[in-house]
């Protein structure tokens, strides 16, 4: 299995203009730490305690290895489908959606 960062937190901080650099980061994290807790609740992860070792946002990243193989087909289905809304709020609201979608490949499977 080749390994790959998915997604990196100085990917949407370094996009952002410099006066809104702080305020992508906490986007960022509120964002992952609802989806992270999502994760290892469903056995999504291949190391349970992935996304509670979080000690640096600004240097985190999600790689192809942190993922179980179910893990990784619902985060491609579903990323693309991520509204980009502010707030761990809006990101809890939609995962209705990521349920949804888990079910459904669980169900198929």
């Known amino acids: 299995m080749e390994d790959y960062v998915i ?3 100085c990917w ?14 906490e986007h960022f994290r509120d964002r992952y730490t609802v989806l992270l807790k999502f994760f290892q ?5 291949n190391d349970a305690d992935f996304g509670r ?5 600004g240097n985190f990243e999600i790689r192809r290895s942190d993922l179980t193989e179910e893990g990784l087909e619902l985060f491609k289905w579903c990323r693309r489908r991520w509204n980009p809304a502010v707030g761990a709020t809006h ?9 949804s979608r888990l079910s459904k490949m669980r169900r198929a499977a």
């Open 7 to 9: 997604d990196a937190s």
């Open 12 to 25: 949407h901080v370094e996009a952002a203009a410099p006066e809104l650099k702080q305020q992508a980061l």
């Open 41 to 45: 609740e469903e056995g999504l992860l």
């Open 53 to 57: 070792r979080v000690q640096s946002w």
């Open 91 to 99: 990101t809890e609201s939609q995962l209705g959606k990521w349920k």
